[in-house]
């Protein structure tokens, strides 16, 4: 069974930093992608950067390029998303996502889930 668990969030200022952390326990199945989503209120899921676990390949959406990195530890089996320069419009809940096929940025793509943590940017 997969099983993805994040944390790492909290309230910060915006200009601030945070750094959310998503440990993940793959059992005998093959993941070939992570990715970190976020949903706001009132807002759909949205894909927020992902990662192949093989060539490493990352994508990110436009509002985050330059500011958010994703990068994973494999030794840990922890993934990461720095997240740098934070907005009041990155407050949302952040989910890590485990997907079987490389490149993949739509939700429906993703088979697997963590809990959510919440992120909160004051202006």
């Known amino acids: 069974q997969v099983q993805l668990v994040e944390s790492g969030g909290g309230l910060v200022q915006a200009g601030g930093s945070l750094r959310l952390s998503c440990k993940t326990s793959t059992g005998p199945f093959r993941i070939y992608r992570l990715a970190w989503f976020r949903q706001a209120p009132g807002k759909e899921r949205e894909f927020v950067a992902g990662?192949?676990?093989?060539?490493?390949?990352?994508d990110y959406v436009d509002s985050v390029k330059g500011r958010f990195a994703i990068s994973t530890d494999n030794a840990l089996n922890t993934l990461y998303l720095q997240m740098n320069l934070l907005q009041p419009d990155d407050t949302a809940v952040y989910y890590c996502a485990a997907a079987r096929r490389f490149a993949v940025i739509l939700a429906e793509d993703y088979e697997y889930w963590g809990q959510g943590t919440q992120v909160t940017v004051s202006s």
């Open positions: 990662i192949n676990q093989i060539g490493h390949r990352t």
